[in-house]
């Protein structure tokens, strides 16, 4: 023990004398180790505990909050998912394969706590330039972690997305969303009854991860970074899968009272927090935990992160059986605490108090912090600064520019990696708007999309989360679903800077308007603050997971074109000036400025009933969402995926092409369907106040937009590049 030992593990002089304050005494090394992992930033979220408290969470069909594992939705009569998305980015950029991989095995760890089989697994990866000097090395390092992982435990990876700026360069975004269906019974992480066994089960317990979470997690990165490999942990997916099956036995046997993973935190994390949230207490035997490694301390047994681990709170009478399951399965588990009165989390060695916390000071009384607020002084000449709207004298060669970008270019040789048919639920996979599974055992179905347009944030966080919420519910929305729920994994820098903090209140605001106006709850997520390197920040990232209910999985609609002679048309309002912070200014013009678009909630909520509504009338034969790189690049996406062209025979006269083309104005979608579905596809339309415009016919096989065409081949041939210039 020295006197600076706090400061090492992350803990600031006043949260040290605030801690001697609670138990009346100096902590020994264990005590603070435990305060250390559960004070961090990554799991008390002591910085935004205050204006997470903002988000709407309650609404129709939310059987489980914030709180838990992860968030529960009915989606269906009778049919509960769990959702929720977690971030590894701070592992990743260490060790991308291991920190991914990991990332993978957490989120499910979290559905499997609910008592919720893993059914589909989604990505939101953000990577520097695709021409930067390690960029390479991280995207096929994290995209192999994950596909390893996820391919291991049979659980399909069927979406996101991935986008290459020079804002990640030295931070990369790992974000990960799960989906799981509820078999039985809800399951939560509470140790309710004094007298009751706690049984550890799952990988033996090594120093691998030690300190990830108030180490690794909750620092800026800098040139050191590759000394934390060690906090990194290491997976093993096949036992995993083995996890996942033994804990779904033991919630459908009803044998258990409280179950929840060990991640960050490791065993001290569900052991405080399950004792918090009941109002008792946890006395853990360390002698008792199965260890990979010979002669580890007290301290590291507590935090170390091991993966693919589970705790578990049983009755003395059950315990017999929970140890039975677990031997069925091949996994090793053992009897390492009980359940107590004492509302302390109590560490014990050879009979011997090692530890003796208060769970609640670990788990929900941490010190939250008001931390200073700024908006950026460089902010008002960003937004004068050209919006990139420039008009361009060939624009078929700006087409196969933004469809070659790494942006917007095809994500196949991402998902193709991926096995995303296992399970047999996947109705729409990767490349579309929005991935729908199919429920296990029900004609329903959900619609799951991940979004987060950094760009726009860094521009105006406000209006950038509201646009994100809104592009991830149209999204779903084009499939035909009801926007139901959200989940968000809020990603920024160092929240110690004023600027920072700022973006961060900004964004909440603006993910809580949104949500409120949608009727959309957010059942939970996850905080990534210090994803700054050597003083400089990622842009302001939410990425927003949108979970969409459709009640009958034949009626999905998909983005591409389905057949010669169908009909195109324009949902929504195109204004002329929308380039702020879009693709056609970032990559025609290389700009970032201006005003972002603005959007209006009414017409974005008008736009999806009449989505929902021409699914379910089964008028269309496509939708597709407009977003980066606007109409046009949306045409030539629905044109690819189906493998037809097109004729556009109407435009926006009083506009530029180029804006009427390339404008990214919200609350928009492309829709196709047989001629004579358009007369009820108007009517429809009318009925709700959405304007509607008549552009073309499917056919052929050219893009021809009337102002200039490009071939099928061409678009093709541009959308299948490679980032790093390698054949997909």
Same mark, same amino acid.
């Given at each position: 023990?020295?006197?600076?030992? #706090? ?5 600031? !002089? ?31 979220? +002591? ?28 989606? =269906? ?112 992480? @509470? ?15 090594? @120093? ?19 000394? +934390? ?34 991640? =960050? ?9 399950? /004792? ?6 946890? @006395? ?56 107590? !009165? ?38 008002? !000449? ?37 096995? #995303? ?87 909440? @605001? ?64 195109? #204004? ?9 200014? =970032? ?10 678009? #603005? ?25 597709? !969402? ?9 045409? /030539? ?92």
């Amino acid at each position: 023990m020295t006197e600076t030992l #706090h400061r090492d593990l992350g803990l600031t !002089d006043g949260e040290h004398e605030l801690i001697v304050s609670i138990l009346g005494r100096l902590p020994n090394i264990t005590e603070l180790a435990m305060f250390s992992v559960m004070w961090s930033e990554h799991c008390s979220y +002591k910085s935004s505990r205050a204006l997470l408290s903002t988000l709407p969470t309650e609404g129709e069909g939310v059987l489980v909050g914030p709180g838990e594992g992860a968030g529960v939705i009915e989606v =269906a009569p009778g049919a509960a998912v769990a959702w929720k998305i977690e971030s590894h980015n701070h592992p990743s950029f260490v060790e991308p394969h291991n920190g991914a991989a990991t990332g993978v095995g957490g989120i499910v760890r979290d559905i499997t706590s609910m008592g919720a089989r893993p059914i589909a697994l989604l990505d939101s990866l953000r990577f520097g330039s695709a021409g930067g000097t390690r960029t390479a090395y991280l995207a096929s390092g994290v995209v192999g972690g994950i596909s390893s992982y996820g391919n291991a435990i049979g659980v399909p990876t069927v979406g996101g997305e991935c986008i290459f700026e020079p804002s990640y360069e030295n931070n990369p975004l790992v974000n990960v969303a799960c989906l799981g269906m509820v078999e039985t019974e809800i399951m939560r992480g @509470r140790a309710d009854n004094p007298g009751d066994l706690v049984i550890l089960y799952g990988s033996a317990t090594g @120093r691998d991860g030690i300190g990830g979470a108030s180490v690794l997690a909750s620092a800026e990165l800098g040139p050191d970074s590759s000394d +934390k490999r060690p906090s990194v942990q290491v997976g093993d997916p096949l036992t995993e899968k083995l996890v996942i099956e033994a804990s779904l036995e033991l919630v459908a046997k009803s044998i258990i009272s409280g179950l929840q993973d060990l991640g =960050a935190g490791g065993i001290c994390c569900p052991a405080s927090e399950m /004792a918090a949230k009941s109002g008792t207490g946890i @006395r853990i035997d360390l002698e008792a935990i199965h260890l990979r490694e010979a002669d580890m301390a007290p301290f590291e047994i507590m935090i170390s992160e091991s993966q693919e681990r589970m705790l578990a709170v049983v009755s003395a009478e059950r315990a017999p059986e929970v140890l039975e399951v677990c031997r069925t399965w091949e996994l090793e588990a053992r009897v390492v605490g009980e359940v107590t !009165d004492s509302g302390l989390v109590e560490v014990v060695v050879s009979g011997e108090i090692a530890a003796s916390v208060p769970a609640a000071a670990l788990a929900s009384e941490v010190p939250l912090l008001k931390r200073e607020t700024g908006r950026p002084e460089w902010l008002d !000449d960003l937004r004068a600064a050209p919006n990139g709207d420039d008009p361009h004298s060939d624009l078929g060669a700006c087409l196969l520019a933004l469809l070659a970008s790494p942006g917007e270019a095809s994500a196949r040789w991402i998902w193709e990696q991926y096995d #995303h048919m296992i399970l047999l639920g996947t109705v729409v996979g990767p490349g579309g708007d929005a991935a729908v599974i199919r429920l296990p055992g029900s004609a329903a179905a959900v619609a799951l999309s991940l979004d987060g347009p950094g760009r726009l944030c860094h521009l105006d966080p406000y209006e950038g989360a509201r646009l994100a919420v809104a592009e991830a519910a149209r999204n779903v929305a084009c499939t035909g679903a009801r926007p139901a729920a959200v989940t968000n994994c809020l990603n920024f820098g160092n929240p110690e800077r004023p600027e920072v903090m700022w973006s961060f209140q900004e964004v909440v @605001r603006g993910i809580a308007d949104s949500c409120r106006a949608l009727g959309l709850p957010v059942t939970g997520g996850n905080v990534s603050f210090y994803n700054e390197t050597s003083g400089r920040a990622i842009h302001p990232t939410p990425v927003i997971g949108m979970l969409g209910a459709l009640e009958d999985a034949g009626a999905a609609v998909g983005v591409a074109f389905r057949a010669e002679g169908d009909v195109i048309v324009l949902l929504g309002t195109t #204004h002329p000036d929308d380039f702020g912070g879009g693709d056609y200014a =970032a990559v025609v013009h290389g700009a970032l400025g201006g005003t972002v678009p #603005h959007l209006y909630l009414e017409h974005e909520q008008a736009l999806h009933r009449l989505l929902a509504q021409a699914a379910a009338d089964l008028l269309l034969s496509s939708a597709h !969402d407009l977003s980066g790189g606007g109409l046009a690049v949306a045409l /030539a996406e629905s044109a690819l995926a189906g493998g037809l062209g097109f004729r556009l025979t109407e435009a926006e006269a009083d506009m530029e092409t180029h804006r009427w083309l390339f404008s990214e104005s919200p609350s928009r979608a492309l829709v196709s369907l047989p001629p004579e579905n358009l007369d009820r596809l108007r009517t429809v339309a009318a009925a709700l106040g959405v304007p509607i415009t008549t552009l073309g016919e499917v056919g052929a096989d050219t893009l021809d937009f009337g102002a200039f065409e490009v071939s099928l081949t061409q678009a093709a041939a541009a959308h299948a590049s490679h980032p790093f210039g390698v054949a997909p």
